[in-house]
């Protein structure tokens, strides 16, 4: 006997998600077929919107509304410090801990050679440009994730940021976000205090 196409339509889709086997992806798809009708009707439209209604911001890659969005749009901040991040998610956990003023730099992953991710595969070009272009940037703060990954692209960024800062007279810092995060911990997953002390305690890297 087949499953009717309808939910093998479902459960192959759940099984494209990060982390999500083919029995978690049935156990979904009929957990799904028990929930009211309205419920499947906001879910299926929240997916129809997911990307109609977000955009890419052209300065910074964070996904939002509104490009620019709304923290390189605002003049208060202090567009002379750039903290690169990997994920949107990073963005809104130092913004939670308030006490960042500067803007971000989204790279939408981090290079990890086992997946075939080099460092053309995410948003390092652009982040390499917006440096070369500012010829008064006073610091970027690597705050990738602190696992081999996040490092690596820490490491491999900071190459090519020690190159820039060489040919220009008005150098700017470079420095690595990371002490008081547990090693190996995802930015968007530590809390606000030690967010804010791993911003705060920042090395020169
Ligand atoms: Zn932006």
Request: aromatic letters at 6%; one cysteine or more.
């Amino acid at each position: 006997m087949r499953l009717p196409h309808a939910i093998e339509i479902l459960v192959n889709a759940f099984e494209r998600l990060p982390g999500i086997g083919p029995k978690t992806a049935a156990r979904l798809t009929f957990y799904l077929l028990h929930t009211p009708q309205d419920y499947l009707d906001r879910f299926g439209e929240a997916i129809i919107n997911l990307k109609k209604n977000t955009v890419e911001c052209s300065l910074c890659h964070n996904i939002v509304q509104e490009d620019p969005c709304s923290i390189c749009a605002d003049s208060h901040r202090r567009r002379k410090i750039i903290c690169v991040v990997e994920q949107p998610m990073d963005v809104v956990s130092l913004e939670r801990t308030n006490h960042f003023n500067g803007v971000y730099h989204v790279l939408h992953g981090e290079i990890n050679p086992l997946q075939s991710i080099g460092p053309e595969e995410i948003k390092i070009a652009s982040l390499l440009e917006r440096v070369r272009e500012d010829k008064k940037l006073q610091e970027v703060i690597l705050a990738t994730d602190s696992g081999m990954e996040g490092e690596a692209t820490a490491m491999y960024i900071k190459k090519e940021l020690v190159l820039i800062n060489q040919k220009r007279t008005n150098k700017f810092k470079i420095t690595r976000m990371g002490q008081g995060l547990p090693v190996g911990a995802d930015l968007e997953y530590a809390d606000e205090l030690t967010l804010q002390r791993a911003l705060e305690g920042r090395r020169k890297y």
